[in-house]
């Protein structure tokens, strides 16, 4: 791999400093790319009259997952497969303004630029044929790009369990210069942000459609995008998701002509621009075959709450039972989400928040995370850790918190109101100001690379993403309450929360408010 680089290299050179955000070049609108991928020639199936809604209470949906061995004869059928699409990358909103209309979907993304596409690999289906789909959001409806049941590709090329008997893998992907347009090599971080996002919108849906879904970060690289007929140079694979249970698939189905595709797609942008720094730290975190890909998910000893707690007061979390009923379903609740752009100064309800607290940190389906035996799911948070700037919550002090999830409490590390300091922590924007609470994810990325390899820096920002999806989530499960997710400066943030965070870095920032 002489033309990749180390995930803590490409960590390092990414990083935002206040001289760096001020010396930031100005966008070229001639050259935006376009928010969608478009095929031309291929053949295609409507989703647009068939979307099953989602329809579980969004706060059960959230924190919970249907058993791993749910009954594999519940069919898996257009319907379904049109309401996970729709509610993981669909369009949810149209607005017009200035003359122009914005199309908002489904979950959150890096400067609303949708770089995430979904892939579905499938069976055959009780009424779609098998074969290798796009989805495309703005015709709602699927491009056929093979023709053909080629699960057997993703199974030997990941090994998972999931992945042999799931009717359905999505295979989700990131076209790098729809996002670099504007964020140049940090692409490759958003990437996982924003897939992460989409996946925690997914999960939610396979629950509430009573379908089982893992997130599979192990598989061999090279021979998914083969199968999906992208250039990892422009596109590449980032993770699988199987959804649902069946008859077991042979790995040598559909493995024997898998020839190379390349479709033909409306152009990118008039003049797309490579950022070699994106391709070559997504080179050095590939895998090789599926056998690489089934020893590194089971490598080494996993870090798991990587700062123990300290001597901190304590406070302890009140969510709403575990059992209480959403007012809101997952798909209106879906519907409703957006970016919150302004905050007012107001104080929200300890309790919502601790539910919005406990819902999203519940773990997550992940091949890789140690698995407690009981929910698949393991400990709450394994690859980060998660801390909170307190400024407007009742009944808890201002302040600083460690957020220990397994324990359900808040640990105070730092005291007193800090606006000013979230401010400048996200970027000088006035939303780090107003928000009532900034959520803080931060890694020990020497002790996840050491674990996982640098592939385990694609790990950690996955889980940290996928968490915060899962509070925007539980966040507009409620009527009164707005969130969205901020960019900050990475060595500042580290510095604020330290000593308690030497040696971590911040992942990503998720603030929570009520809304202008």
């Known amino acids: 791999m002489s033309n990749a680089v180390s995930a803590i290299d490409y960590h390092e050179r990414t990083k935002h400093t206040p001289r760096s955000v001020r010396s930031g070049s100005g966008l070229d609108f001639d050259n935006k790319p ?3 991928k478009s095929y031309n020639g291929v053949p295609t199936v409507s989703l647009a009259d068939a979307i099953r809604d989602p329809a579980m209470p969004a706060l059960h949906a959230v924190a919970t997952q249907p058993p791993p061995d749910t009954d594999a004869s519940t069919s898996f059928d257009r319907a379904t497969l049109a309401g996970l699409c729709y509610y993981a990358a669909g369009i949810t909103k149209s607005i017009r303004r200035h003359g122009q209309n914005y199309h908002f979907r489904a979950a959150a993304c890096t400067g609303a630029l949708y770089h995430i596409d979904l892939y579905l690999v499938c069976g055959d289906l009780d009424d779609l044929d098998d074969g290798v789909y796009h989805y495309d959001p703005r015709t709602e ?18 090994r998972d369990p999931a992945v042999t008997r799931a009717p359905v893998t999505f295979v989700v992907t990131s076209t790098w210069w729809r996002n670099a347009w504007k964020y140049g090599a940090r692409t490759y971080r958003h990437a996982f942000w924003d897939s992460g996002t989409v996946l925690a919108n997914l999960v939610a849906a ?34 699988l998701v199987p959804v649902g249970v069946g008859a077991p698939v042979a790995r040598s189905s559909g493995t024997s002509a898998v020839e190379p595709i390349d479709p033909p797609t409306e152009p990118l942008a008039s003049d797309p621009i490579a950022y070699p720094l994106i391709h070559q730290a997504w080179t050095g975190s590939t895998l090789s075959a599926g056998t690489a890909a089934q020893a590194w998910r089971t490598r080494g ?38 970016s919150c752009r302004a905050y007012e100064r107001d104080t929200l309800s300890f309790r919502k928040l601790s539910t919005v607290l406990d819902r999203a940190t519940r773990g997550v389906p992940m091949d890789v995370r140690a698995d407690d035996g009981d929910s698949g799911t393991g400990a709450a948070l394994q690859f980060v850790d998660c ?50 609470v900034c959520i803080y994810f931060l890694a020990d990325l020497d002790a996840v690379t050491d674990a996982l390899g640098n592939r385990g820096y694609r790990v950690a920002q996955l889980e940290a993403a996928l968490t915060a999806g899962r509070l925007y989530l539980s966040t507009y499960a409620h009527r009164d309450l707005g969130g969205t997710g901020l960019t900050f400066f990475d060595d500042v943030v580290t510095d604020f929360f330290e000593p ?5 870095t ?11």
């Open 387 to 436: 801390y909170c700037i307190v400024n407007g919550v009742a009944d808890l002090e201002p302040g600083a918190y460690q957020y220990h999830p397994d324990a359900g409490e808040l640990e105070r590390i730092h005291a007193g109101e800090s606006r000013q300091a979230a401010r400048h922590l996200a970027l000088d924007q006035q939303l780090g100001a107003d928000a009532a």
């Open 506 to 516: 911040p992942i990503f920032l998720y603030t929570l408010g009520r809304p202008a």
């Open 141 to 158: 409806s699927l491009d056929m790009l093979r023709d053909g049941d080629y699960r057997g590709v993703l199974v030997k090329a990941s």
């Open 206 to 239: 396979a629950h509430a459609l009573d379908r089982p879904a893992t997130i599979v970060s192990g598989f061999a690289d090279d021979p998914v995008a083969t199968l999906l007929g992208i250039d990892p140079e422009w596109e590449a694979p980032l993770e």
């Open 301 to 338: 000893e996993r870090p798991v709450d990587g700062r123990r707690p300290g001597d901190g007061d304590r406070v302890e979390l009140d969510p709403v039972g575990p059992d209480t009923a959403s007012t809101r379903p997952l798909h209106t609740t879906i519907r409703r989400r957006g």
């Open 500 to 504: 308690r965070a030497a040696g971590q």
């Open 34 to 36: 376009r928010p969608y």
